[in-house]
């Protein structure tokens, strides 16, 4: 078997699959629990989300509350901090067993003792150690996992690690998700950390009501060496295994002056972990005879998808699952030879799997120093964690079949060499520089270990 059939058939699971309308959509049961820590009564947000206190959930810890924390989020304005005890829990009540659900807290210190000492300590979810926050005076700390609940209840932790250093949340949200999402790696076995979720052309980050599971998409600024091109479709079908919210499909990236093809560092720690990514294609126009555009996907310059046409009002995706890879991986997304169009890239997510061990799961979870929960999530990822060996779980029919290897189609061999005007994908024109949105001061990364989140890079071959 040849370096790529190889590749393939033992780490790497790829499909490309459109508008599939025989699933059902979801519903306002999505949104399980949206917790505020601290709150004094319940309250309904400005996006319909109905919110609780904490107070019948726990009996330790005192209730802070932080001056001007409402311009990020009202369940920013309150936090609870535990004094005692190393290892303070919440128990959450979730409707099933075994349900499949995406858990997000939120921690914002805000100098609320006037120390200006933000803490640093760990988070855990159902014994399984998830991540160590590092606080910020000014950046709101987002953690968030996906994964099946194996009882009819979560359990959320905070660990204090520092003596003297107090751990505290602000809000824990719960959500769920359809069983049929994210189903490409072993569940039972696995959980998946968020790293990464953005999209093009957005004003604003898109969360619920637009997206039902209440997901956080991150705008994507486009640098000079890309432009954002606004979808025409007047209507969008997005029903598809993930279900990627319409919201986020009203644009896309295409390379600018001329390129063609858009080359990108791997979403991911810079560390080789267990990857799972999707990217997110739609066509934004309607062509006109003659018109084509047929694109290809590369990792490390090999070819891992058969040619596919995104379609104009739907929506296919391409994912990457159980492969190890890192920020050192290289994503390629080319036309054929025979397009007479460049890339489009409407959204991406990028998440690393850790395995499930009930109290040791993921050594040395990274810290995430980013902005409020109303605004973007944090991109943690696990770090120093072991390959994996999880097998991907059965995938749903699509109208596009996915190849048994990988296939090159036209003379690949010739393409030009990359221009390389490498830019954050957080962009704002200022490479390592995050752009996070209003009323947040975009000066600092999420840690992974010791070292900065890198930027999402991205290059145009002309």
């Known amino acids: 078997m040849g370096t790529m059939e190889s590749l393939f058939a033992t780490t790497l699971l790829l499909v490309l699959f459109l508008f599939n309308p025989s699933k059902a959509a979801t519903s306002p049961s999505s949104l399980i629990a949206s917790i505020d820590c601290g709150a004094a009564k319940s309250?309904?947000?400005?996006?319909?989300?109905?919110?609780?206190?904490?107070?019948?959930?726990?009996k330790t810890g005192r209730v802070e509350t932080?001056?001007?924390?409402?311009?990020f989020s009202d369940s920013m304005a309150t936090l609870r901090v535990f004094p005692t005890g190393k290892r303070n829990c919440y128990t959450i009540s979730v409707p099933t067993g075994g349900q499949f659900v995406l858990l997000r807290a939120s921690f914002f210190y805000g100098n609320y003792d006037g120390k200006d000492s933000p803490p640093t300590f760990d988070i855990e979810f159902d014994g399984n150690r998830w991540a160590t926050i590092q606080t910020s005076s000014d950046f709101v700390d987002i953690a968030e996992v996906i994964y099946i609940v194996s009882g009819s209840s979560i359990v959320f932790c905070v660990v204090q690690t520092n003596a003297g250093e107090l751990p505290f949340v602000s809000a824990i949200e719960?959500?769920?998700?359809?069983?049929?999402?994210?189903?490409?790696?072993?569940?039972?076995?696995?959980?998946?950390?968020?790293?990464?979720?953005?999209?093009?052309?957005?004003?604003q980050p898109?969360?619920?009501?637009?997206?039902?599971?209440?997901?956080?998409?991150?705008?994507?600024?486009?640098?000079?060496?890309l432009e954002v091109v606004q979808n025409q479709a007047t209507s969008m079908l997005t029903n598809i295994t993930d279900r990627p919210p319409a919201a986020i499909l009203?644009?896309?990236?295409?390379?600018?002056?001329?390129?063609?093809?858009?080359?990108?560092?791997?979403?991911?720690?810079?560390?080789?972990?267990?990857?799972?990514?999707?990217?997110y294609f739609t066509e934004v126009a309607e062509l006109s005879i003659g018109q084509k555009r047929t694109l290809q996907v590369y990792i490390d310059n090999l070819p891992v998808s058969d040619p596919f046409v995104p379609p104009f009002g739907g929506v296919m995706e391409f994912y990457i699952a159980n492969y190890s890879a890192s920020s050192k991986t290289q994503i390629e997304v080319r036309p054929t030879t025979d397009s007479t169009l460049p890339t489009v890239i409407s959204a991406l997510e990028s998440y690393v799997i850790v395995p499930l061990s009930g109290g040791s799961a993921a050594s040395n979870l990274p810290p995430s120093d980013t902005?409020?929960?109303?605004?973007?999530?944090?991109?943690?990822?696990?770090?120093?964690?072991?390959?994996?060996?999880?097998?991907?779980?059965?995938?749903?029919?699509?109208?596009?079949?996915?190849s048994d290897s990988p296939t090159v189609v036209g003379d690949q061999t010739k393409s030009p060499p990359a221009k390389n005007t490498p830019v954050s994908i957080f962009g704002g024109g200022q490479k390592g520089k995050p752009s996070l949105g209003n009323n947040v001061k975009a000066n600092r990364f999420a840690g992974i270990g010791a070292g900065l989140v890198f930027p999402l890079l991205w290059m145009v071959v002309l």
Request: hydrophobic share 35%.
């Open 66 to 71: 932080i001056a001007n924390a409402t311009s």
């Open 43 to 58: 309250y309904t947000d400005g996006r319909g989300i109905s919110w609780v206190s904490d107070s019948g959930l726990i």
């Open 250 to 279: 009203q644009a896309a990236v295409t390379p600018a002056d001329g390129g063609t093809t858009i080359i990108m560092s791997a979403p991911l720690p810079s560390i080789t972990v267990q990857a799972y990514i999707n990217l």
């Open 174 to 203: 719960l959500r769920a998700l359809d069983d049929n999402m994210y189903s490409r790696f072993d569940r039972t076995a696995g959980a998946m950390v968020l790293f990464l979720r953005t999209a093009a052309g957005l004003a």
């Open 371 to 402: 902005a409020p929960s109303d605004l973007t999530p944090s991109d943690t990822a696990p770090s120093d964690l072991p390959p994996t060996d999880i097998a991907p779980s059965d995938v749903p029919p699509s109208d596009t079949e996915p």
């Open 206 to 225: 898109v969360r619920y009501p637009d997206d039902p599971y209440d997901r956080i998409w991150i705008p994507y600024q486009a640098p000079e060496s």
